[in-house]
């Protein structure tokens, strides 16, 4: 093996171990948006959510509130969905979660009551910071 | 091409090379994952039903207007110098629901045992400030907070009525009261006067029920 090849070869060697370093961070990251369970990874202090809804005499929901939401969280993008007994979306609400107090809270109004709350489910919950 | 000779100095000066770059690249997919905050959750909602059978109940009367009917069935009329209207509600707490839940329906079921005449209209007005059946009387009813707006309406002819009440039941476990209904003769030909069954009727499938499908 001449030098050059040992020199080359130790070159190739210390990329591959910084790249190996490098996709770890980033399937750390790919792990963390996949994991939908009540996992805590936000440095916003959140570990679980509950939501109530508003229903018309009908039975339609026409309001998502969404509770007790730690400050640190405001700033952040909330986004509820609505999901049936097979998980299928029944729909999905999207907010920024702004004049928190104490804690911080969003309140989807106005959803008109075409949902039927017997439909309803399951709430889930994104909370996605910068 | 001129070929370079691997001298140590040059050997150093690539592996040095080598390392920042790399570092280079790994502290920029840490900072990339630290920038992006995520969380995901999901709450599973728990759907039965709670039947309730046992209603505070009464009804008051015109004629007598410091007089509580606390007990027998109920009397609703329209007849002049005597009006009557009844009052109904329900104790929700025995369903133990948290303030979080709601429900997906609510059907209040009364039993309307017998009518002058057929033909007058029983509306149906939700209550929102508290009452007591021993207590209540005709001049205490002007104390309480009464919907204008009717939940709905039926006719005076005798069998079973049922309401669908959702949103006020709804309402009603959120903030952990719920002060009912007054029945109210408000329509029709003449007078008239109903008795509805109460919670002391002989009977138990005639009293008043509030049937709850609900989820927490």
Known sequence: MTRFTKILGTTLAVWLALAAAAAAATLTVSSNVLSAGNAAVSSCGVSSLTASRVVDNNGGITEVDVASIPLACQGQTLSVTLADTTGAALASYTTTLAGCTSTCAASFTGLGGTISAANLKYFSFALVGS | ?216
């Not at chain 2, 009006?83 to 997906?104: K, M, N, Q, Y």
């Not at chain 2, 003449?190 to 002391?200: I, K, L, M, P, W």
């Open chain 2, 1 to 216: 091409m001129r070929r370079l000779r691997p001298t140590p100095a040059r050997i150093a000066l690539l592996l040095a090379a080598t390392v920042v770059a790399g570092l280079g690249t790994a502290f920029a997919t840490t900072l990339s994952a630290s920038s992006s905050k995520l969380w995901g959750g999901q709450q599973t909602l728990t759907k039965s039903t709670c039947t309730l059978n046992t209603a505070a109940d009464t009804w008051v009367d015109q004629a007598s207007p410091t007089t509580t009917h606390a007990s027998g069935d109920l009397s609703v009329s329209d007849r002049g110098g005597s009006v009557r209207e009844a009052l109904v509600t329900f104790d929700l707490s025995s369903c133990g629901l948290p303030t979080t839940a709601g429900a997906d329906s609510a059907t209040l079921t009364l039993d309307l045992t017998s009518s002058t005449r057929s033909n007058h209209t029983i509306s149906v007005y939700p209550v929102y400030s508290s009452w007591s059946p021993s207590t209540l009387t005709w001049n205490g009813l002007s104390g309480l907070t009464v919907d204008p707006t009717p939940t709905t309406t039926f006719a005076s002819s005798a069998g079973t009525k049922t309401v669908t009440v959702t949103a006020q039941v709804d309402a009603a476990i959120k903030s952990g009261a719920l002060w009912g209904w007054v029945l109210v003769d408000t329509a029709g030909p003449g007078t008239a006067t109903s008795t509805f069954a109460s919670a002391e009727n002989s009977t138990s499938s005639r009293r008043p029920s509030l049937t709850v499908s609900y989820e927490r």
